[in-house]
């Protein structure tokens, strides 16, 4: 059952035109971040209700996929891993196809798993991670 409700892109400039392309062509392949591909999370809003779309760097292995809240290796977390914590059913749009999931956190050695892949997907995780004392949280997306 796919997320109902009003939606609202990123504030932030270069994420805008990146989301704001994806909803022009219909495809997260229209972008990308160093020659790597790119998804389309859809959260709600943990206080306004409101849809968030961010994109985020595609995390995918065997048909299963992972988000990673790397902020580019920010002391904080993004807004939208609070988010999800509140409610954990999100949207993961990757090309054309759009698909409902349950985010799960995951921690010791499934996430040492996932995070070999993410960074697999996006070297850059590797430095983020470097940059911060913050432990960069990993979700595993469980299709609904
Ligand atoms: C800037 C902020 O966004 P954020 O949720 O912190 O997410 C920051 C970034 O993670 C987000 O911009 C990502 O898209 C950046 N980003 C990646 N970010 C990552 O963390 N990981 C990635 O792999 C990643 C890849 C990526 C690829 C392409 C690209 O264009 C951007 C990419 C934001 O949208 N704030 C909104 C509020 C959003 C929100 O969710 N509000 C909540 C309330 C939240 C609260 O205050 O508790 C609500 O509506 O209820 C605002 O200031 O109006």
Same mark, same amino acid.
């Given at each position: 059952?796919? +997320? #109902? $409700? #009003?939606?609202?892109? /990123?504030?932030t %400039? ?8 994806i909803f022009?062509? %219909?495809t997260?392949? /229209?972008?990308?971040?160093? $020659? !790597? !591909?790119? @998804?389309? +999370?859809?959260?709600? $809003? ?5 849809? !968030?779309?961010?994109p +985020?760097? !595609?995390?995918?292995h065997? %048909? *299963?996929?992972?988000?990673? =809240? /790397?902020?580019? %290796?920010? &002391?904080k *977390? &993004?807004?939208?891993?609070?988010? @999800?914590?509140? #409610? &954990? *059913? @999100?949207?993961?749009?990757? $090309?054309? #196809?759009?698909?409902d ?7 010791g050695e499934?996430k040492?798993?996932w995070?070999?892949? =993410? @960074?697999?997907?996006? &070297? ?10 913050r432990?960069?949280?990993?979700f ?5």
């Open positions: 059952m796919p +997320l #109902e $409700g #009003e939606y609202e892109i /990123s504030p %400039g270069w994420v805008r035109e990146q989301t704001e392309k022009e062509t %219909g997260t392949e /229209s972008v990308d971040i160093k $020659g !790597r !591909r790119v @998804v389309l +999370l859809t959260t709600r $809003g943990a206080k306004t209700g409101k849809l !968030r779309k961010v +985020l760097m !595609r995390v995918e065997g %048909g *299963h996929y992972a988000i990673v =809240a /790397s902020l580019g %290796g920010a &002391p *977390h &993004p807004v939208w891993y609070y988010n @999800v914590k509140a #409610e &954990p *059913h @999100v949207e993961l749009q990757d $090309g054309t #196809e759009t698909g999931f349950k985010a799960r956190e995951v921690t499934e040492a798993i995070w070999e892949r =993410a @960074v697999e997907a996006y &070297p850059d995780y590797a430095d983020y991670q470097k940059k911060t004392t432990e960069i949280p990993v595993v997306l469980e299709p609904l």
